[in-house]
């Protein structure tokens, strides 16, 4: 990645939401600008290990709903289980863990144990959804970061359900349903590793 000067309003941003410490005291180096028109949105993915641990964002202008979606299991799943969707998110008992486990990789994120049933249509993986506000600022880590999918629906309103886990924070009621309008999103991130301008252009220090 090759570095820019952040414009001074970006960088008010930047300088704010890195004050909080979730960079673990590094300063957000990389800020992606998205609008989103009322039906538009982004397909369920993960951002990868450029950003990891932490990705934050700002939302302006409307909210919207990010959903999280289990990743798609590469396993099948047992006889008469397909599709089954396990109530809460229980899981039946596990073998338990070796004695001395193998290091966790930082990435990629470890596969989901082997004892969860597949969840393979798109529906049934969505377990969870958190309601964005205009000026609030959302900070991403940990599992939510790095095993679940998140994606924002193609949608020009969004319902509240029982999956909406910040709805009563928000003061929504279940069932209401919120129209879009034209939201900003301004997602801060810190790159570690990035380019010097320099070596780029060749030129000598
Ligand atoms: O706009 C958002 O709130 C999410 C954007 C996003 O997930 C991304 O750019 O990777
Ligand atoms: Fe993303």
């Given at each position: 990645?090759?570095?820019?000067?952040?414009?001074p309003?970006?960088?008010?941003?930047?300088d704010?939401v890195?004050?909080?410490?979730?960079?673990?005291?590094?300063?957000?180096?990389?800020?992606?600008?998205?609008?989103?028109?009322?039906?538009e949105?982004?397909l369920?993915?993960?951002?990868?290990?450029?950003?990891?641990?932490?990705?934050?964002?700002?939302?302006?202008?409307?909210?919207?709903?990010?959903?999280f979606?289990?990743?798609?299991?590469?396993?099948?799943?047992?006889?008469?289980?397909?599709?089954?969707?396990i109530?809460?998110?229980?899981?039946?008992?596990?073998?338990?863990?070796?004695?001395?486990?193998?290091?966790?990789?930082?990435?990629?994120r470890?596969?989901a144990?082997?004892c969860?049933?597949a969840?393979q249509t798109?529906?049934?993986?969505?377990?969870?959804?958190?309601?964005?506000?205009?000026?609030?600022?959302l900070?991403?880590q940990?599992?939510?970061?790095?095993?679940?999918l998140?994606?924002?629906?193609?949608?020009?309103?969004?319902?509240?359900?029982?999956?909406?886990?910040?709805?009563?924070?928000c003061?929504?009621?279940?069932?209401?349903?919120?129209?879009?309008?034209?939201?900003?999103?301004l997602?801060?991130?810190?790159?570690?590793?990035?380019?010097?301008?320099?070596?780029?252009?060749?030129?000598?220090?």
């Open positions: 990645m090759v570095p820019e000067i952040l414009p309003w970006l960088r008010a941003y930047a704010r890195s004050s909080l410490g979730v960079f673990g005291g590094r300063r957000a180096n990389h800020v992606l600008v998205n609008e989103y028109c009322p039906g949105g982004i369920p993915h993960e951002d990868g290990p450029l950003y990891f641990p932490t990705v934050t964002t700002i939302s302006l202008g409307s909210h919207t709903l990010l959903d979606y289990h990743p798609v299991s590469k396993e099948q799943p047992p006889e008469g289980q397909e599709g089954k969707v109530p809460g998110g229980a899981r039946p008992p596990c073998s338990p863990p070796p004695s001395s486990p193998p290091p966790t990789p930082r990435w990629p470890p596969e144990p082997s969860e049933p969840l798109e529906e049934q993986r969505h377990f969870l959804s958190l309601l964005l506000k205009p000026r609030s600022l900070v991403l940990e599992d939510m970061y790095s095993r679940y998140h994606g924002i629906r193609l949608v020009s309103e969004d319902m509240i359900t029982e999956k909406v886990a910040n709805a009563s924070m003061g929504c009621a279940l069932g209401a349903t919120l129209d879009r309008r034209t939201r900003v999103s997602t801060l991130r810190h790159v570690p590793k990035v380019l010097k301008t320099s070596i780029i252009l060749g030129r000598k220090k």
